[in-house]
Every structure is written in structure tokens, then in C-alpha cells.
């Protein structure tokens, strides 16, 4: 199967930056699309980021101008580059791909999340 494993979160002040990191292990076979959401408590899952395999990347209004997603697909790793952060940020943070996967087929897969908190 597929195994995600993020991280690079943690407590920042107002303006800061992290770096999240995602690596993909397992049985793939090729990734299509991978992308960052956030959870923040009492509000549902929303899309931050994402970016094909051919490069293409998209961004929520929020993040824009402030984040940037990037990918290494000879290493199944998608990063995210977040500056100027903001206490709005603050979120549990997931990645997730969309893959084929031996046996399985094409399948999207997500991790285990990790948390950025941004706060003076």
C-alpha cells in the first residue's frame, strides 16, 4: 500500500516561515496530483494547495502570494513553502496524492497530518 508522511510543523510567530515535507512510500506506480490541505479546529477540510505531475499548481485565495507548493517526483516528495504566515494558518495540516498503486490501481491516499501553529 501507500504510506504518507509529513513533516516540518511547529509553533511560528506572526510572520514566519515552515517548510512542510511529504514523503510518499509503497507500491506506486506513477502520482497524478498532490496537494495540502488544512483542518482548523471546528472547520471543515479545505484545499491550500495543489500541483499536477506536469507542474501545474493551484492555490486558495488565502494562501496566495504567500505559499508555494513544489514537487520531486523521481522521489514521491511534495513540499510546502509557507511564508508570512498568519494566525489564520494555524491548522492541522494534511497531504495527500492521487496515485496508481500496484494491484490497486488508481486510488488518493492522504496522511497522518501535522500541526502548524502560528502564534506570538
Known amino acids: 500500500q501507500v504510506q504518507l508522511v509529513e513533516s516540518g510543523g511547529g509553533l511560528v510567530q506572526p510572520g514566519g516561515s515552515l517548510r512542510l515535507s511529504c514523503a510518499a512510500s509503497?507500491?506506486?506506480?506513477?502520482?497524478?496530483?498532490m496537494g495540502w490541505y488544512r483542518q482548523a479546529p471546528g472547520k471543515q477540510r479545505e484545499l491550500v494547495a495543489a500541483?499536477?505531475?506536469?507542474?501545474?499548481?493551484d492555490y486558495a485565495d488565502s494562501v496566495k502570494g504567500r505559499f508555494t507548493i513544489s514537487g520531486d517526483n523521481a522521489k514521491n516528495m511534495v513540499y510546502l513553502q509557507m511564508n508570512s504566515l498568519k494566525p489564520e494558518d494555524t491548522a492541522v495540516y494534511y497531504c495527500?496524492?492521487?496515485?496508481?498503486?500496484?494491484?490497486?490501481?488508481?486510488?488518493?491516499?492522504w496522511g497522518q497530518g501535522t500541526q502548524v501553529t502560528v502564534s506570538s
Open positions: 495527500n496524492i492521487e496515485a496508481w498503486v500496484l494491484y490497486n490501481g488508481r486510488g488518493d491516499y
Open positions: 509503497g507500491s506506486i506506480l506513477s502520482i497524478h496530483n
Open positions: 500541483i499536477t505531475n506536469g507542474g501545474s499548481a
